[in-house]
């Protein structure tokens, strides 16, 4: 039932129409019989809308694509890890104060530990935006070594320093030596299905392989990993756990990741 006491959380992101987290958080709201809603918002004025969550008293947020770093300065504290990666994918609204967190690092290490131990692992990272950097401060935490391979050298190269790894141009993907190959870019997402950020030489048997695009499940980069003998690791995972994280941290409660994960499959 919806009434005074209903809670209101949602996502900030523009685009934001193709965005699951409205359905995953909804079931996973409903299930626990929680008094609250979470809608999509298609943000285009930042400072304002951030003042519409103070004023509204939104109790928790998602901010995705283009807002992730936009964000910060309307925030009054950042969690050690968001500081620490320098950009926030959560935001908590609790006793008049707005906090923001990051939670695709540790979505990303959970969905990895799945299939791997991370410490001590060579780990070529495609990409150097926002996904990127959460994953990658998230694998030299866990005692990874990082190379990031991306088109543009300067982006790459920025990202490579911040957590003392290593910069290659994305078209020597093939000559990489690495354990763990994570593509964070958006490559081969629904409806440019039939691309992927490397060829297939750049898979060797054994490696443990994700990709953090969901849509499709299986991605054309998934899909050569296998053919190759990788291991694999769709986007699924890491979506589910960082919301799952999202959920605690808003709700204080144990998130029913079983729910959110089959909610999210079924409308794929
Ligand atoms: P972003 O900040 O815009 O970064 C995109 C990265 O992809 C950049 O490094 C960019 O390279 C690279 N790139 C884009 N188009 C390219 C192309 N045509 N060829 C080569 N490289 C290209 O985006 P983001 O926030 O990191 O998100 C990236 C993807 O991850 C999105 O698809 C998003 O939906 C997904 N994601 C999934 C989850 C999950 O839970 N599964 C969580 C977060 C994000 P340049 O530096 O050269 O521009």
């Not at 129409?17 to 996973?28: D, Q, R, V, Y």
């Not at 959560?90 to 990303?108: C, F, K, P």
């Not at 020597?172 to 958006?186: F, G, K, V, Y």
Request: glycine content about 10%; overall charge neutral.
């Amino acid at each position: 039932m919806i009434d005074v006491n209903t809670k209101l959380y949602g996502v900030f992101g523009d685009p934001v129409g193709h965005s699951l987290s409205p359905l995953m958080h909804n079931a996973a709201l409903r299930y626990l019989g929680l008094n609250a809603v979470y809608l999509a918002f298609q943000v285009q004025d930042l400072p304002r809308a951030m003042d519409g969550v103070r004023a509204l008293g939104i109790s928790g947020l998602s901010i995705t694509i283009p807002h992730k770093i936009a964000v910060i300065p309307y925030l009054d504290c950042l969690t050690p890890l968001a500081q620490h990666i320098g950009a926030v994918n959560t935001v908590i609204y609790r006793s008049g104060i707005l906090e923001g967190d990051n939670t695709d690092s540790q979505g990303a290490m959970l969905a990895l530990r799945e299939k791997t131990d991370l410490a001590g692992k060579r780990v070529g990272l495609i990409g150097a935006g926002g996904a990127a950097r959460a994953i990658a401060f998230g694998l030299i935490q866990a005692g990874a070594s990082v190379t990031v391979l991306n088109r543009s050298a300067d982006k790459g190269q920025h990202l490579a320093e911040a957590v003392r790894g290593t910069f290659a141009p994305l078209d020597q993907s093939a000559e990489l030596e690495c354990d763990i190959l994570i593509n964070t870019t958006p490559l081969g997402m629904f409806p440019h299905t039939n691309k992927s950020p490397v060829p297939s030489s750049a898979f060797k048997p054994g490696m443990v392989v994700m990709d953090i695009v969901y849509k499709p499940l299986m991605t054309l980069f998934l899909q050569q990993a296998q053919a190759q003998g990788c291991d694999i690791v769709d986007g699924l995972s890491m979506f589910v756990y960082q919301g799952a994280f999202q959920f605690s941290a808003w709700t204080g409660l144990e998130a029913p990741r079983q729910i959110m994960r089959e909610t999210v499959l079924s409308a794929l």
